[in-house]
Structure formats: C-alpha cells, structure tokens
C-alpha cells in the first residue's frame, strides 16, 4: 500500500487525478480503519487528508460553512451551529464515544454513505449542499442527490469532499432529532428521525422530515410531511401520521434489527417527537 500525505488542497486533487488503482481517502479513520483491519477494505493507495484547511466552521450572511475536517466533537460544542443548526450539533452528540466525536469527521461521517449515518438526516432537514472538487473545479450537489446506495455516492474517484453549507434556522424554527439504537451510547442507529418545521397558530408549516436507516439511503419522509402541512396540531393528525410515516418507511432486516420493528419504531419516534413539540409550545 502506498500512503500520501498531502499539505493542500491542489496537491491533493493532483494526486487524486494522477493515481490508478483504488484510491482511500483518510481522515479521523473511524469508519476506514474498522473496515482495513476487517478486510472488507484493502486500500491499494491511502491519502491521508488530515493537514489539509478543511476544519473550520464559519458564518456568512445567512448561511453557515463547515469544513470537512470538522470533527463531530466540533460540530457539537460550536456555539454558531448550537445557534443556527440546533439539530445537527444536538444530532453530532449523539454519536459514539468521545474518543469517536473527537476523532470523527463531519467529511466522513457524508463520505462513507452509511444509511445509519446520524449527521444526514439533520443535513437533510437543513436543506445541506456538498462541496466537491476535483483538479479542474468544484461541483455543488444537494446533500438529498449526493447519496447513490448503502456505502455508495456519486463521488468521483479524482474527487475530495471540501465542505457543507446550509442557510441559517431562523428562531422560529421547531426541530427534534430522535435516535434508536442497541444501547444508550456508542450505538449505530437502528432508526433515526429529523424533523424541521414551524407551528403557527396550532399549526405545522414548512414541514421537512427525514428517516436513517429504514432505506438504503437517508430518505425525506415527503407525504407525511406533507399530511402534517397546516391542519390542526391535535392527536388525531399526530395518530394519522405516525401511521403515514410507517408506510413510507422501507426497513430492511439486519444483524441491528427486524424490518417491522424499524417501521414500527419510525411511527413511534415521530409520535413522541410531535407529542413532546406539542407540549413544548406555547399555546398562540
Ligand atoms: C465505536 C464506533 C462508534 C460509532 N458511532 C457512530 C454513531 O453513533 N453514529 C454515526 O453516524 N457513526 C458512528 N460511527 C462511524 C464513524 O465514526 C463516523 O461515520 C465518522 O463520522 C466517520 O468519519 P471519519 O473522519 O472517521 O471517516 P474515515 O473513516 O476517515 O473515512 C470514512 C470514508 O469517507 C471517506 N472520506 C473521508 N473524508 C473524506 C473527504 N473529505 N472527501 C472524500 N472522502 C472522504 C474515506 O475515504 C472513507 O471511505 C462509529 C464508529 C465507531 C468505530
């Protein structure tokens, strides 16, 4: 195996251009690592991306930048996403350990196409856009359209992922990020939710959700969104779309869980989700 470790960006698109063969991108390790010493990964080439200037986190006008190399610990304890994007810092302290927060990459956590991944569906509702470039430019794809199957992206191979930006939540904004894994702390989502929305005189508008691992990728749950659109925020359209949303969801059976107990789950998360935003509202 041969191993690069490039000081800038340009040095890095060069390499990437230039090899042949399989090519690994190495940041916090993680997810690379767990896979190198399982053997579902033999890197014929490793670029080791953790000099580059892609931790950053930084404001503008309305809308929010997080470099790549951002770590999840990072993302939790900024004050501007704590601020701005609520969901995600909340979302980013979900995961694993603190060795794993400190260690793991926002970059990666997208790269790796994990449909249990907890940083995308907070991405999702955050309306997220992927920056990549490659030797010749920088393309822009919304984080919905970057995701092509379980571990996979549309990525190209001369291509690095630079970084993700997102408008500001305004403060007005409700949200709830609800995950379901084996234990407390340290679990892989069996069953993730995102929800974004606005209530308005006991009304949900601008409503977006979206589910983790019920599909092969983070999906938006668009008809229960939409259902839940400016009716009543009373227990029958909670009931109603606990239901809906089940049927949205595609789970798959695997060594986490059954695919009825995910579907079952993806209602049940939702009804507490709206049950608690309900409670949490004040009457107007
Ligand atoms: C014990 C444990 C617990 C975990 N718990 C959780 C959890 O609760 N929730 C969760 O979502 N995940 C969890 N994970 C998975 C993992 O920590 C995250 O997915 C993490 O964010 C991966 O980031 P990384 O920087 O370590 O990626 P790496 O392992 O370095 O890379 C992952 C993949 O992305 C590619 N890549 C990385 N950066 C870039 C880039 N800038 N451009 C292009 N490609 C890139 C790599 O080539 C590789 O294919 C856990 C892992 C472990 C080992």
Redesign the pocket.
Known sequence: MKVYSPETIEETTKILGKLKGNV????????????VKEGT?LPENLIN?RKLP?DYIKEEGNQLRIG??TS?ETIHRSKPIRTYAPILSDAAG????PQ?RN??????????A?P?????PPLFVLNAQIVLKDQKGSRVIPIEKFFSGPGENV?RRD????EITFRKCAQSDEWFFS?L?QRKA????KVSLAFRGKVNQNRLTDVSIALGAVAPTVIYAQRTARFLESKTFDSALIDEASRIIQEEASPISDIRSTSEYRRRMVGALLKQGLWELKAGVSPD
Do not use: F, P, Y
């Not at 291509?159 to 630079?162: G, K, Q, S, V």
């Not at 340290?186 to 989502?189: G, M, T, V």
């Open positions: 690994h991108l190495l940041a916090g390790g993680t997810d690379l690592v767990v896979k990964v991306i892609l790549a190399l999840i979900k995961m694993g350990s794993i260690l793991a990459t926002i970059g990666g956590n997208i790269a790796n994990s249990a991944a907890d940083t995308v990525m291509e690095i992922l630079m995950k894994g340290l679990a892989i989502s």
